[in-house]
């Protein structure tokens, strides 16, 4: 039905925005897009909040920090900031050349402390929060198509001061998941052998760290910063043993995680494929 000064109000339209600027904005054709585009969101960084959910829910969203995402220990997923936006998560960051992150990612907080326990109490992660975690992460990388190897850890981005979701976080469930790259056996232990007959110098160490994706200077020294971004690689490769040294083990796993031919991704419950990064890992070590 049109109302009876429909059509004069039409013609009125166009004056009244330019008198009284208009509510809509200017007025922008669509039906043009380039193909030539991709999803700002490069990066998924998982975190651990080493405190309990309430005290959570109440810094996440009223303190001086946030996330896109709250995981509580029983599978419920809280949407605290729109991916869209930028949430305030992962502060002076880096990984793969890439600094700050908080602009090109999105972060999950995955609540780590039992309810009523203290601040960095160290918990298993439930079942039920590890399974909502992984629906989580496939739904956000399917979605912005993120490269498996820039799924990290708040540790990972920045080595100096964090070293969170910690050893406890069960990597090899996403793994198993099929969402995250693991480095490939054999090559790991052809790598292994090769450096208990001849140990590689800490330079090659630090540019095998920077061609990972860790920010890093290759003075060649081998220094407090390097034994910390190496004690966060071994907390997310080698939980077994985190003790920050260079010991062939570790130095396989990283040999294999940096070369061609090194990385797998499981496809089924006994299927793996081969990954392979491109642009393949480069340094990008920082001037000592
Ligand atoms: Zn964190």
Known sequence: MQPPHGHRLRLLAPLLCVLAACAQGPRIQWNHPSVNQDSRVQFLVVHATEIDFATSLQVLTHGDVSSHYLVDRDGSIYGLVPESRRAWHAGPSYWEGTTPLNPSSIGIEVVSVPKGMPEGTEAPFPEPQIAAVRD????IAKRHHIRPNRIVGHGEVQPEGRTDPGRLFPWSSLIDAGLIPAPDPNAVNRF???????????RWLQ?????????????????????????VFQGRYRPGQVDGEADPETLGI???????????????????????????????????
């Not at 292994?192 to 800490?202: I, K, L």
Request: with cysteine; glycine share 8%.
């Open 136 to 139: 989580l992460i496939a739904d």
């Open 192 to 202: 292994r052998q090769a450096f208990e007959r001849d140990p590689p110098g800490v």
């Open 207 to 231: 540019e095998q760290l920077s061609a990972h994706g860790y920010r890093i200077q290759c003075s060649g020294v081998f220094d407090g910063p390097t034994k910390q971004v190496l004690t």
């Open 254 to 288: 990283l040999a294999a995680l940096t070369s061609p031919d090194g990385l797998r991704m499981r496809t089924s419950r006994d299927g793996w494929r081969a990954l392979h990064v491109d642009p393949p890992p480069q340094a990008r070590c920082l001037d000592p």
